[in-house]
């Protein structure tokens, strides 16, 4: 602890009146996070339980931990998977995640995935993603924000790579537990700490039950980076002040105010390469979902359902194999627990029921929302719109984002619907509206003369863009493959120089 005073107060004298510290890869191979390591608890009956998340051979009908391509639709697995989205590239173009964006293994291999992510700009020195982005994929964060500050966040992505392990470092123990009080529940993130402040909340107050949700929205949650004008540079914030709900979340997004969200005006993640339109990425808002859903409703926790209580030799523990409960019986057990007059199958079929009717309407969702890009795109192309044209094409724009952010709202979150299915149909249903009501102001701000033009299927308008990645983005070949590619830019020629927690190069 003294190390990380005096390391601290260093910086802070650094950074002068300034107040922002250059982290250098010194500095952060100095912090010592060896007490963090996971496998130093390898004798507590928990950690046999634990070592399953590294198990990623199994599928459940719609999820599972296989790291397969989820744009894929042509490969079988382990490289794409029957129930695929095929847009995810297009709809994403632009922005990083169009580069790669695979099926998580699970909790334990976070640390070595987004080490080796197309995400991050490995061809450079800079990453182009701040240390933020280790915020959920590994155990060390408490340390390096109490080493850092606030300056931890914005700080170079690639100086934290030679001082993690795959093994000791990975999401686990200490994520959720206090070593220092009977290793009782514990929040360590600082977004969540943050977001239950501004609510009034205190977390060190919630009941057992609470907490074994609230350890689990530590991550499972949507969330943006605040800006360095208005917040803390690429600090982590959750968008709940207006409530957890996708309307809530726009009206948020919309009418940024600076004091509060660490932002001011209108949101924005990336301007869609093709649309231009100004684009919110969703993440992964499990919790989100599942608060006010039947389950949430009826104070069933997430660990209920996530983490069955087994048998570990003469103890009885929860499993803290974190993963679904259709892979197996034992998994399976938590469900029995309140629906015990039914049959584990009878329980698997009807989450695949809800499911199936969730996952028909997300891709309808998906595709218009494709359609009415393609639509913009047509009509910022006519010649001699009007202003008052150009003002109906803005508003198409608007409704493109938002038909957008609902659609991935359902697809981010990482149940297929199932935490939620009422609530996950109603917002793909407004997204399909938004998407459609894009599509025909775009064809309006024309007088229709793009009418005919988008009068065909989808999938013959703009087809899946299949490949695409940093390294492809190199070549002007790849660039003029897909009409969509074309509006990007080319990038200069680049070998790779990060790969996992090593140089390359």
């Known amino acids: ?15 002068g009146s300034i107040g922002y510290a250059e982290i250098t890869f010194d500095a952060v191979q100095k912090v010592d996070v060896s007490h963090q390591d996971t496998l130093k608890f390898k004798n507590l009956p928990q950690y046999q339980s634990y070592q399953k998340n590294n198990d990623d051979t199994q599928m459940t009908e719609y999820n599972g931990s296989v790291p397969h391509r989820k744009h894929d639709c042509l490969s079988p697995l382990p ?10 590239k297009n709809l994403w173009l632009g922005y990083a995640f169009s580069y790669q964006y695979d099926r998580a293994r699970g909790h334990t291999y976070a640390i070595d995935d987004v080490f080796k992510i197309d995400r991050i700009n490995r061809y450079s020195e800079k990453a182009g993603l701040p240390a933020t982005c280790l915020n959920c994929k590994t155990n060390t964060i408490p340390d390096y924000v109490n080493a850092f500050g606030d300056d931890f966040w914005k700080s170079e992505f690639h100086h934290y790579r030679p001082a993690h392990d795959g093994k000791m470092n990975s999401i686990g123990c200490t ?6 009080n009977n290793f009782r529940l514990a929040i360590t993130s600082v977004p969540l700490d943050d977001a239950l402040k501004r609510q009034g909340k205190d977390w060190r107050e919630a009941s057992r039950d609470e907490m074994r949700s609230l350890v689990c929205a530590q991550c499972h ?17 959750f968008p709940w002040d207006e409530g957890m709900n996708p309307a809530d979340m726009w009206e948020y ?13 209108e949101f924005v993640d990336w301007n869609h390469s093709v649309s231009k339109s100004p684009m919110i990425k969703m ?6 979902m599942y608060h006010d859903s039947i389950h949430g409703a009826n104070g069933v926790s997430c660990a209920d359902c996530h983490m069955p209580r087994v048998k570990s030799g003469p103890a009885t523990i929860s499993s803290h194999h974190w993963t679904s409960p259709l892979k197996s019986d034992e998994g399976m057990s938590a469900c029995m627990e309140c629906h015990g007059d039914k049959t584990p199958e009878f329980m698997k079929d009807r989450v695949v029921f809800h499911q199936d009717k969730v996952w028909t309407q997300l891709l309808i969702a998906q595709e218009k929302s494709v359609r009415a890009h393609e639509a913009v795109r047509m009509a910022s192309e006519y010649p001699n719109l009007s202003p008052q044209n150009n003002t ?10 938002k038909g957008q952010m609902y659609w991935d709202y359902v697809s981010a979150e990482n149940s297929a619907g199932f935490h939620n299915p009422s609530k996950a149909l109603e917002t793909l249903a407004f997204s399909q509206q938004y998407s459609d009501d894009a599509t025909q102001l ?9 009418a005919k033009a988008m009068d065909k299927p989808v999938k013959e308008l703009v087809t899946p863009i299949m490949e695409h990645s940093r390294k492809l983005q190199q070549s002007q070949t790849h660039l003029d493959s897909h009409p969509w590619l074309g509006y990007l830019p080319l990038l200069p020629e680049a070998d790779l120089i990060w790969n996992g927690y090593k140089r390359v190069k």
């Open 392 to 401: 109906i094409l803005n508003e198409a724009r608007d409704l493109v984002r």
């Open 253 to 265: 997004y919309s009418n940024g105010q600076p004091e509060r969200d660490g932002f001011k005006g």
């Open 175 to 180: 994520n959720c537990h206090d070593q220092e």
């Open 283 to 288: 993440q992964h808002p499990e919790y989100e």
């Open 442 to 450: 775009a064809i309006r701000a024309t007088d229709y003369a793009i």
């Open 221 to 237: 949650v949507e969330y943006y980076f605040e800006t360095g004008v208005h917040g803390v540079a690429a600090k982590p914030h």
């Open 1 to 15: 602890m003294k190390k990380l005073i005096a390391l601290t107060a260093m910086l802070l004298l650094a950074a």
């Open 79 to 88: 490289e794409g998977f029957k129930h695929c989205q095929p847009y995810l």
